[in-house]
C-alpha cells in the first residue's frame, strides 16, 4: 500500500521555526517528485514547494522563498521541509503529494495539485502573531 506520513506541525510564534517530515512507502521514492502545499479557510490550495527526488532539483512559490527549504533523504524514503522566519499568513494545514514519475516537474506545473498521485493525510501549522 501506499503511504504518505507528514508531520511536524504545530504551533509557533512568528519568526519561529519547523520542520515537517514526509514519510513515505509503497512507490519508487526515487522516480518521484515530492511536493507540499497548504491550505486554509478561505483560501485555495497552495502548491509551496516541491523536490526531485532523482537529482534534488528543488522548486519553491514566491510566498516561501528563501524562508522554506525542502529537502530529501532517500536511503529513509522521507522529505523533510524546513520552515524558517514563519508568519501568520502561514498558517494551514500542509500536506505532502507525491507524483510518482515527475511529471509534473518535466511539464514546469509541479505546483498542480492535478500532477500528484498519492496524498497524505495534513498536519495542522498555527503562526501567533
Known amino acids: 500500500d501506499v503511504q504518505l506520513q507528514a508531520s511536524g506541525g504545530g504551533l509557533v510564534q512568528a519568526g519561529g521555526s519547523l520542520r515537517l517530515s514526509c514519510a513515505t512507502s509503497g512507490f519508487s521514492f526515487d522516480d518521484s517528485a515530492i511536493g507540499w502545499f497548504r491550505h486554509s479557510p478561505g483560501k485555495e490550495r497552495e502548491g509551496i514547494s516541491c523536490i526531485n527526488n532523482s537529482d534534488g532539483t528543488t522548486y519553491y512559490a514566491d510566498s516561501v522563498k528563501g524562508r522554506f527549504t525542502i529537502s530529501r533523504d532517500n536511503a529513509k524514503n522521507t522529505v523533510y521541509l524546513q520552515m524558517d522566519s514563519l508568519k501568520p499568513e502561514d498558517t494551514a494545514v500542509y500536506y505532502c503529494?507525491?507524483?510518482?514519475?515527475?511529471?509534473?516537474?518535466?511539464?514546469?506545473?509541479?505546483?498542480?495539485?492535478?500532477?500528484?498521485?498519492?496524498w497524505g493525510q495534513g498536519t495542522q501549522v498555527t503562526v501567533s502573531s
Open positions: 503529494a507525491a507524483d510518482r514519475r515527475s511529471v509534473g516537474v518535466i511539464l514546469g506545473k509541479w505546483m498542480k495539485s492535478t500532477m500528484y498521485d498519492y
